[in-house]
């Protein structure tokens, strides 16, 4: 291509010399291309709008040599660098450069296309009319797409795109290399999607809604597919993820909480079963206690009682330890009297301090309150458990329980904070025996279980109970010297409440006549229980009745009136459960309340609320035992038993 003009005789170097008309002036402004008109010595004779734009407004170009402002060399194969303008003056012909990255002087890089056009005049080479296209936004556009490309092409997933028929468009190579590791490469796509396939591109595009993590097994992998619809485009793109660790991880957690299901399931069951026939022995132990009989039977009897009480313990520091482990350790807030809580552990302690000439004394600080709000059962618990390990490893000497307020703990009226600490003058320990105490099922030598007996669990509930009650438990001890074991314990202050004129004991309404025995309805499958609870029911002065099964206690319910019914929880037919539906359903608009007490081997608080949303007015764990019965008999009726 040639350009050709027309010169006149006066005409200069200006652009008068190769412009001419109206319309080749409203071209050059007009097209979006810079175009330089260069002269035989590489310099600018002129450039259009678009050209100054590009080099800059404030800079002048008339004169410039077109080299210096593009630095436009190309390489030939003898790495020999050559000005396209003068290549295209040697051989006449267009000269292309496709791609140049040029700066302007403010550092705006460029990348641009530049096409060198011999200009000739009576077929003379006398310059170039250099064209120059910038290429920036539509590389960078081309770069993006390719960049975009690249992410799909070289994703690790597998990744997939369907047209509105079903058809597959594209599969990336994370697809292919899926397809090779499950060994499908010559199956066929189809085998690792779900047979359902096409419905789910169907539902995906019709609805314009994405579906995420359909799942699909295939060979030895799990792969969960997420469907994308392109509406605009009539297209669905599918993203794969890998998921079979994942899944096998789940799997293997749904199996731990089944596991720890069952094993919750069976602590439950045991301790029902375990329950159920201690209630029998510390029962009928309990009542031939009260018989007469030799010094050696009564030997005997308390004997039994007492290994029967050992292995409820046993029992109880088990479902505690599974308890704790299951992280359903919680606390209740009541009123505790801080010396009769400490008196009641002494009562069931003495026995066995006497039996070994021990003395337990009691040391409590003045300005340590009478009361206090806490857990009383578990703050019994810590405290029965240390002084009973006290006494346990103790041949001579004593026991000392302290209780002190911590300095500085008043000062915070939102907390009270007691120091507690148990003395003996026991064994003691080794500082490497200290240091494993307070694990589960450590003891301080292995041959302990075979000399003192016990899980080993006690220390270790004893230490989450103080930890829950937000404070800390340690020992110092000196072997052969005995030990010091010290807790703290955050309680709240006691809330003091007015006595209603409606208290128990007050109140001749409620307590009803004195001296009229109540008639009381024991449910119970477990012969045993029966005998036991009916004999502890009479020396209380009440009238019994029996039912054996959940459908004889509500039948003997709608034809009897009874002030209390004592309701044993699993039976066969009709537990207790629901027979306390059923007569709670019966109760509805009637004015009356039969006051039921749940008896129940299980010990759990899960339990408890079952209970209580069955409709039972209180709970009682088995064993039962005299004092509990008649605590919870005057608690329901309002009155004293003797």
């Given at each position: 291509?040639?350009?050709?003009?027309?010169?006149?005789?006066?005409?200069?170097?200006?652009?008068?010399?190769?412009?001419?008309?109206?319309?080749?002036?409203?071209?050059?402004?007009?097209?979006?291309?810079?175009?330089?008109?260069?002269?035989?010595?590489?310099?600018?004779?002129?450039?259009?709008?678009?050209?100054?734009?590009?080099?800059?407004?404030?800079?002048?170009?008339?004169?410039?040599?077109?080299?210096?402002?593009?630095?436009?060399?190309?390489?030939?194969?003898?790495?020999?660098?050559?000005?396209?303008?003068?290549?295209?003056?040697?051989?006449?012909?267009?000269?292309?450069?496709?791609?140049?990255?040029?700066?302007?002087?403010?550092?705006?890089?460029f990348e641009l296309s530049l096409s060198?056009?011999?200009?000739?005049?009576?077929?003379?080479?006398?310059?170039?009319?250099?064209?120059?296209?910038?290429?920036?936004?539509?590389?960078?556009?081309?770069?993006?797409?390719?960049?975009?490309?690249?992410?799909?092409?070289?994703?690790?997933?597998?990744?997939?795109?369907?047209?509105?028929?079903?058809?597959?468009?594209?599969?990336?190579?994370?697809?292919?290399?899926?397809?090779?590791?499950?060994?499908?490469?010559?199956?066929?796509?189809?085998?690792?999607?779900?047979?359902?396939?096409?419905?789910?591109?169907?539902?995906?595009?019709?609805?314009?809604?994405?579906?995420?993590r359909v799942e699909h097994a295939v060979?030895?992998?799990?792969?969960?597919?997420?469907?994308?619809?392109?509406?605009?485009?009539?297209?669905?793109?599918?993203?794969?993820?890998?998921?079979?660790?994942?899944?096998?991880?789940?799997?293997?957690?749904?199996?731990?909480?089944?596991?720890?299901?069952?094993?919750?399931?069976?602590?439950?069951?045991?301790?029902?079963?375990?329950?159920?026939?201690?209630?029998?022995?510390?029962?009928?132990?309990?009542?031939?206690?009260?018989?007469?009989?030799?010094?050696?039977?009564?030997?005997?009897?308390?004997?039994?009682?007492?290994?029967?009480?050992?292995?409820?313990?046993?029992?109880?520091?088990?479902?505690?330890?599974?308890?704790?482990?299951?992280?359903?350790?919680?606390?209740?807030?009541?009123?505790?009297?801080?010396?009769?809580?400490?008196?009641?552990?002494?009562?069931?302690?003495?026995?066995?301090?006497?039996?070994?000439?021990?003395?337990?004394?009691?040391?409590?600080?003045?300005?340590?309150?009478?009361?206090?709000?806490?857990?009383?059962?578990?703050?019994?618990?810590?405290?029965?458990?240390?002084?009973?390990?006290?006494?346990?490893?103790?041949?001579?000497?004593?026991?000392?329980?302290?209780?002190?307020?911590?300095?500085?703990?008043?000062?915070?009226?939102?907390?009270?904070?007691?120091?507690?600490?148990?003395?003996?003058?026991?064994?003691?320990?080794?500082?490497?025996?200290?240091?494993?105490?307070?694990?589960?099922?450590?003891?301080?030598?292995?041959?302990?279980?075979?000399?003192?007996?016990?899980?080993?669990?006690?220390?270790?509930?004893?230490?989450?109970?103080?930890?829950?009650?937000?404070?800390?438990?340690?020992?110092?001890?000196?072997?052969?010297?005995?030990?010091?074991?010290?807790?703290?314990?955050?309680?709240?202050?006691?809330?003091?409440?007015?006595a209603s004129a409606m208290s128990i004991?007050?109140?001749?309404?409620?307590?009803?006549?004195?001296?009229?025995?109540?008639?009381?309805?024991?449910?119970?499958?477990?012969?045993?229980?029966?005998?036991?609870?009916?004999?502890?029911?009479?020396?209380?002065?009440?009238?019994?009745?029996?039912?054996?099964?959940?459908?004889?206690?509500?039948?003997?319910?709608?034809?009897?009136?009874?002030?209390?019914?004592?309701?044993?929880?699993?039976?066969?037919?009709?537990?207790?459960?629901?027979?306390?539906?059923?007569?709670?359903?019966?109760?509805?608009?009637?004015?009356?309340?039969?006051?039921?007490?749940?008896?129940?081997?299980?010990?759990?608080?899960?339990?408890?609320?079952?209970?209580?949303?069955?409709?039972?007015?209180?709970?009682?764990?088995?064993?039962?035992?005299?004092?509990?019965?008649?605590?919870?008999?005057?608690?329901?009726?309002?009155?004293?038993?003797?």
């Amino acid at each position: 291509m040639q350009f050709n003009n027309r010169a006149t005789p006066d005409s200069g170097t200006g652009p008068r010399d190769f412009l001419t008309g109206e319309d080749a002036k409203f071209l050059l402004a007009s097209v979006p291309e810079a175009i330089f008109f260069l002269d035989h010595d590489n310099r600018i004779l002129h450039l259009n709008r678009a050209a100054q734009q590009l080099v800059g407004h404030a800079r002048p170009m008339i004169g410039v040599e077109f080299h210096d402002l593009m630095g436009c060399l190309t390489s030939l194969e003898d790495n020999i660098s050559q000005c396209p303008f003068g290549r295209m003056m040697r051989t006449g012909e267009l000269v292309v450069i496709p791609s140049h990255i040029w700066a302007r002087e403010d550092g705006t890089e460029f990348e641009l296309s530049l096409s060198f056009w011999p200009r000739s005049q009576g077929g003379v080479l006398v310059g170039a009319v250099v064209i120059v296209r910038d290429l920036t936004d539509a590389m960078e556009i081309q770069r993006d797409v390719h960049r975009a490309a690249r992410l799909a092409e070289d994703a690790p997933n597998p990744i997939v795109e369907f047209d509105a028929t079903g058809a597959m468009l594209y599969a990336n190579t994370g697809m292919l290399n899926l397809m090779a590791q499950c060994g499908l490469l010559e199956a066929g796509i189809e085998v690792m999607f779900p047979e359902r396939l096409s419905t789910l591109l169907r539902e995906c595009l019709s609805t314009d809604v994405s579906l995420s993590r359909v799942e699909h097994a295939v060979a030895d992998r799990v792969i969960a597919w997420s469907f994308f619809p392109l509406r605009n485009l009539k297209l669905i793109r599918v993203y794969g993820i890998d998921i079979t660790s994942d899944v096998a991880l789940r799997r293997a957690k749904e199996a731990a909480e089944e596991s720890e299901r069952a094993k919750g399931i069976f602590l439950a069951t045991m301790s029902h079963e375990l329950r159920t026939p201690m209630n029998g022995v510390l029962g009928c132990t309990q009542l031939l206690k009260d018989t007469s009989l030799s010094h050696q039977q009564r030997e005997l009897v308390e004997t039994m009682h007492r290994s029967a009480e050992a292995l409820l313990t046993l029992v109880n520091d088990i479902l505690d330890f599974s308890k704790i482990e299951a992280g359903k350790m919680t606390l209740e807030v009541a009123n505790v009297n801080l010396r009769a809580l400490i008196r009641d552990v002494l009562t069931l302690m003495e026995g066995g301090a006497a039996h070994k000439g021990l003395t337990v004394s009691v040391e409590i600080d003045p300005d340590v309150p009478e009361e206090f709000r806490g857990d009383p059962i578990r703050l019994r618990q810590i405290l029965f458990n240390l002084v009973g390990n006290a006494i346990k490893f103790t041949k001579q000497g004593g026991v000392t329980i302290a209780v002190a307020v911590v300095p500085g703990s008043a000062e915070n009226t939102d907390t009270v904070v007691l120091q507690w600490s148990v003395r003996d003058t026991g064994i003691g320990l080794t500082p490497e025996q200290q240091a494993q105490l307070f694990k589960a099922y450590a003891q301080a030598e292995a041959s302990t279980t075979r000399r003192f007996g016990g899980t080993g669990l006690g220390l270790m509930i004893c230490r989450q109970l103080v930890e829950l009650m937000g404070g800390a438990i340690s020992v110092v001890s000196q072997y052969g010297e005995g030990s010091t074991f010290t807790y703290t314990t955050n309680l709240l202050p006691a809330i003091h409440r007015e006595a209603s004129a409606m208290s128990i004991g007050t109140n001749q309404s409620v307590l009803g006549e004195p001296g009229m025995p109540k008639r009381v309805l024991v449910v119970d499958d477990n012969e045993i229980n029966q005998v036991v609870v009916c004999k502890f029911l009479q020396k209380l002065g009440c009238q019994v009745e029996v039912a054996r099964t959940g459908c004889e206690a509500v039948e003997a319910v709608s034809r009897t009136t009874y002030d209390i019914v004592l309701m044993d929880c699993e039976m066969p037919e009709m537990n207790g459960y629901e027979a306390t539906r059923e007569i709670r359903r019966r109760e509805e608009g009637a004015v009356n309340h039969l006051p039921i007490i749940a008896l129940t081997g299980h010990a759990s608080d899960e339990d408890a609320q079952k209970c209580h949303q069955a409709g039972m007015d209180k709970v009682v764990t088995k064993p039962l035992t005299l004092p509990a019965l008649r605590a919870g008999l005057q608690e329901l009726l309002g009155r004293p038993f003797s």
